[in-house]
């Protein structure tokens, strides 16, 4: 007897672990979150630089600092800072400027613009350019800035785990469309190999027909002289 499972071996379709990835990407941000993270501080007021970058080093975070753009955006290049503590009103460079080349660069790195007070215009110009958020100088209460930081990275680590889950969820579509792709191409096989015995079995039967009536009429034959 001809049948498809004695001709064909069909793998069985794994289904998508989406919770163990999701453990897996959780697992993976708490790693991450272990090592420090980077704080890249640009502003051309070293009294308020040098405040501002302690304050971060006494809270466990890598600090990064830069007295001028040119140099931030350097230190930006080569480091790949998680955030960016950015002065607007600096003497070298525009720090709009700076902060449209940090948006064409990498837009995933949250920028908290430090602003002078009163300069609402830079404020707004520096929003529709993608920073996070704005503080005026001087910040008497650098809980505002701790927490707006914290904030952002927060942020910055969901984007980072959805982009992660929306990366695997593409790759495991195409994993699962190629494994449906060859059981079709299997399946198409064994019909086309089911089919071709059943007409060799088609073929057989009057052949097998006739030999049963040969046998009927010899069996009569002996029979009648026995």
């Known amino acids: 007897e001809i049948t498809l499972n004695s001709k064909l071996a069909v793998k069985k379709v794994q289904p998508i672990v989406i919770c163990s990835h999701l453990h897996k990407i959780k697992t993976q941000n708490m790693s991450q979150s272990k090592t420090k993270e980077k704080i890249l501080i640009i502003d051309d007021e070293l009294l308020v630089l040098e405040m ?14 830069a007295s ?12 790949s800072p998680d955030i960016v503590l950015l002065a607007l009103n600096m003497q070298k460079l525009d720090g709009l400027e700076i902060l449209a080349e940090f948006s064409r660069q990498n837009t995933e790195v949250p920028v908290i613009v430090i602003s002078e007070m009163g300069k609402h215009e830079d404020v707004i110009k520096a929003i529709r350019l993608g920073a996070w958020d704005y ?14 930081v914290q904030s952002a990275l927060a942020h910055a680590r969901l984007i980072r785990e959805r982009k992660n889950y929306q990366t695997f969820l593409e790759q495991e579509v195409k994993r699962r469309n190629k494994e449906l792709l060859n059981i079709n191409a299997k399946l198409i096989s064994a019909q086309k190999q ?5 007409t060799r079995a088609q073929k057989l039967e009057p052949i097998g027909i006739l030999a049963g009536g040969i046998a009927h009429d010899f069996n009569n034959i002996l029979s009648s002289v026995i």
């Open 52 to 65: 501002h970058a302690d304050f971060f080093q006494s809270l466990g975070y890598e600090v990064l600092m």
């Open 68 to 79: 001028d753009e040119f140099t931030g955006l350097d230190i930006f290049k080569k480091e």
């Open 135 to 148: 503080l005026e100088k001087p910040i008497s209460d650098l809980s505002f800035l701790k927490h707006s």
């Open 194 to 198: 089911l089919k071709e015995e059943l």
